[in-house]
């Protein structure tokens, strides 16, 4: 469903994403990990067409986002790591606006924005501008937008910013539903318990090279724990990067 | 912390500034110094024809230095008070200020220099060549010199403490989102109401010395008038014996303002460290209507664009939504509606009724200069609303290139918006102002077919240059406007028009010729000359139109957002 295919991005001698290649099952979350630098971000903005990659390319849902960028992005719904709005726009009709953008007709669009607005809490906020919204309401507006042409690929940077632990764990949830939907979801997070608890697998990226890639346990394993036990994915995170990329998958 | 702390981050985001762009800094120096010096000579010129007007010459120099204070003050008080808004209560680098161990009176100090900065340029960009001027004309010595500076030092206090003492009462009683678009409207309204006193004064008419008479009556009672509480009179009582202009008591005067200036900012002071934290916070709340209705303009638009197939409909009611819904864009439409009501005043002014041959060639001279002028304003209005269009999207842009909807689409949107009211307003300010001139219809014609690729192109040559330098970081489309892009872009369409005029000239100026000495005659040499005005700058038009289309499609890839 998601196929990331030598993806590179250079800015002159500097080299943010190197010669990424990575593949998402249907139905699968997919965590992606790194350090701040590491190149999670450029990944993803070339993944959903905000950056042209140097070389390379991302295939969502079947589609290529550099030959049919509109198929692309026409089954995917992004979450950026920070969603500005139209502060001009009210909720309501920010939604609609997202959906008419998606090629949702007036009357669906209108229903699908109330449904969400309600699904996400914000339903006594559906007349407010944008501009008056705490971060967390703004954080949850962008995701309800982020699905409300029902993408069957989602890509979500750093999701859990600015959501109170209420909301977090609403997130968590609709994560989870989302997934057993049928969506693929492609999670870049610095929260290592979120991706515990969620990812079927994980990737780790480090100075714009995937080092490794595979289930918790995989990682688990080629991180060596020698002694039997099961370590947490924070040990196996830091482990992995301390080893240089090592384990590169 | 030290102020100079304190500052430190704005100073070395300007040096960044210009270290990395040195073409953009040096290109701002030098129109900035052509615009001063061409302030300067204008000064210079107009004060030495006055001084030299016999008896009460001097006389309304002097009186012209008061209407000078009084206007800078008048413009200072109101852009200080917006300015402070922004500076003390919405901006967002008062967070980590308000975070550090920094008292209030210290936080106060470095907000008030930032205040009277942002504020005060552009009346010291054109104060500072007017004194300069008065002091050439005089040929006063170096202590008019040291005191212009002092006074106005002095003088920039003022209206700025006055300001923060303002926008900190309105803070404290209104909600701050709201009061800065009340005072934006209030802006506007203030200064499309002083640009049309000052035409209305109707200032050609000083170049008629026996209509001076009225005009030193004017400024006679306008001094008459002036208070002695005031501090303009106190600054140009200042001024006005170092130029040598008359005795005085320039010490006491300066001492005046000095003081006052000095009470004022204590004051100020002493009033933002003892209710800051309650007007900042108070600032951070926005008037929320907690509903979940649906707001009227919403439905309406909706309505509106149902025709409209695909993203369209929708890209154009969120244009229109934001750009209602945006007080800055109602100054702006105000002080555009008061310029085109002097530009239109001006053409029933001019004198060219007589008959005189040289009348005849002077209407010929401005018919064919009107088109140019028309597109001009036209292109004014267009670096207003057309050049700010890609820089309002802001940090939503991701929005607009995450969703499935190909750039061009998105660039057409953006054109239709802009091109269709641009173009209706180019075709009536040039059919209407022909109407004055009494242009034959023909010409008008050729006029109203060159504008409409002529407006394609100036509204393409928009969007391209917003795109190119778009400034994300402000929602102010006034400030959008006065940036180096749209400088470029004013540039570029001046460019453009002057090559448009020069074009269609020899075929329009053999149309009026006809039209005056052989009517009836030659309907195909009437053809010919239409299509030669329409080929020549419609193509023109139509190539300058298609390559900025290009630019502006690759600039536009190039913006990422989020």
């Not at chain 1, 919204?133 to 989602?154: D, E, F, I, K, N």
């Not at chain 2, 640009?195 to 001094?223: H, K, N, T, Y």
């Not at chain 2, 400030?479 to 002057?498: H, R, V």
Request: proline share 5%.
């Amino acid at each position: 469903m998601i196929r990331l295919e030598r993806l590179q991005k250079t800015y002159g001698a500097l080299v943010a994403v190197d010669d990424l290649s990575l593949e998402v099952e249907p139905g699968c979350v997919f965590g992606f990990l790194g350090r701040n630098g590491a190149g999670k971000t450029t990944t993803i903005r070339m993944m959903v067409g905000l950056l042209e990659p140097t070389a390379g390319t991302a295939v969502l849902g079947g589609h290529d986002i550099r030959r049919a960028p509109e198929a692309a992005k026409a089954v995917t719904g992004y979450l950026p790591d920070h969603p500005f709005l139209y502060d001009k726009l009210t909720a309501l009709e920010f939604l609609r606006f997202v959906g008419g953008l998606y090629g949702l007709g007036g009357a669906e669009a209108g229903r699908r924005a109330r449904l969400l607005l309600e699904e996400f809490g914000l339903g006594r906020m559906a007349g407010e501008l944008t501009e008056t919204l705490s971060q967390g309401m703004r954080q949850r507006l962008a995701l309800a937008a982020a699905l409300v042409h029902r993408p069957r690929v989602l890509v979500l940077d750093e999701p859990m910013v600015g959501l109170d632990p209420e909301g977090a764990l609403e997130l968590r949830h609709l994560v989870r539903r989302l997934a057993g939907d049928g969506v693929t979801i492609f999670l870049s997070t610095h929260s290592l318990a979120v991706a515990e608890e969620l990812c079927g697998r994980i990737g780790i990226i480090d100075r714009g090279r995937l080092v490794i890639v595979g289930t918790l346990d995989d990682l688990r394993a080629r991180a060596g724990s020698n002694d039997g036990s099961s370590p947490s994915l924070e040990t196996v995170f830091l482990d992995i990067l301390h080893a240089g990329g090592d384990g590169r998958a | 912390m030290t102020l100079a702390a304190l500052l430190q981050p704005r100073l070395l985001s300007l040096r960044n500034v210009v270290r990395r762009d040195r073409l953009r800094a040096v290109t701002v120096t030098g129109l900035v110094g052509l615009f001063w010096l061409a302030c300067f000579l204008l000064f210079t010129r107009v004060l030495g024809y006055f001084h030299g007007l016999g008896t009460f010459g001097p006389f309304l120099t002097q009186r012209l230095l008061a209407l000078l204070f009084l206007t800078f003050f008048g413009v200072l008080l109101v852009s200080n008070t917006v300015t402070a808004l922004t500076t003390y209560y919405l901006a967002a680098e008062v967070t980590p200020l308000l975070a550090a161990p920094l008292s209030y009176r210290r936080l106060h100090h470095a907000r008030f220099l930032e205040t009277v900065v942002a504020s005060s340029w552009m009346v010291l960009l054109v104060g500072l060549p007017a004194l300069l001027a008065y002091g050439v004309v005089y040929r006063a010595g170096p202590l008019f010199y040291a005191g212009a500076l002092a006074v106005l030092l002095a003088f920039l206090v003022i209206p700025a403490a006055v300001g923060v003492l303002i926008t900190t009462g309105l803070v404290l009683v209104f909600p701050a989102r709201g009061t800065r678009d009340a005072l934006m409207v209030g802006v506007g309204l203030a200064v499309a109401a002083l640009v049309v006193a000052i035409r209305f004064l109707r200032p050609e008419r000083l170049a008629d010395p026996s209509a001076l008479v009225g005009f030193a009556s004017f400024l006679g009672a306008f001094g008459a008038t002036g208070s002695p509480y005031l501090p303009t009179t106190w600054a140009a009582e200042t001024l006005l014996p170092l130029l040598g202009a008359r005795p005085g008591e320039p010490l006491f005067y300066f001492g005046m303002l000095a003081s006052t200036a000095a009470m004022l900012f204590l004051t100020s002071a002493a009033v933002v460290e003892r209710v800051f934290l309650i007007a900042w916070s108070r600032a951070q709340t926005g008037h929320v209507r907690a509903g979940a209705a649906e707001r009227p303009l919403s439905r309406w638009l909706a309505v509106l664009v149902r025709p409209l197939q695909g993203p369209s409909g929708c890209l154009f009611a969120k244009d229109v939504t934001v750009f209602l819904r945006d007080a800055s864009q109602w100054s702006q439409l105000l002080l555009v509606s008061a310029l085109v009501g002097i530009y239109l005043y001006n053409f029933s002014a001019l004198p060219l009724g007589d008959g005189t041959p040289l009348a005849l060639a002077m209407r010929d001279l401005a018919t064919i200069l009107n088109l140019g002028l028309g597109a001009f304003v036209t292109t004014a209005v267009a670096v207003r609303f057309v050049f700010p269009m890609v820089s309002l999207e802001g940090h939503a842009w991701w929005i607009l290139r995450t969703a499935p909807v190909p750039l061009a689409q998105l660039w057409w949107s953006k054109f239709w918006i802009g091109y269709l009211p641009l173009v209706v307003f180019a075709e009536l300010l040039v059919a209407t102002t022909n109407g004055l001139l009494h242009v034959p219809s023909l010409v008008t014609v050729a006029f109203l077919l060159t504008l409409v690729p002529l407006m394609a192109a100036v509204v393409s040559l928009g969007l391209a240059f917003g795109a190119a330098y778009p400034r994300l970081d402000t929602q102010n489309a006034a400030q959008i406007a006065t940036g180096f892009g749209a400088i470029l872009y004013m540039l570029a369409c001046l460019a453009l028009i002057a090559l448009v005029v020069a074009l269609e000239a020899w075929p329009v100026s053999r149309l009026l010729c006809q039209a005056r000495s052989i009517a009836g005659v030659a309907a195909t040499r009437t053809a010919a000359l239409l299509a030669l005005a329409a080929v020549t700058g419609g193509g023109t038009s139509l190539g300058a139109f298609w390559v900025a289309k290009r630019s502006g499609l690759r600039a536009l890839a190039r913006l990422g957002g989020t």
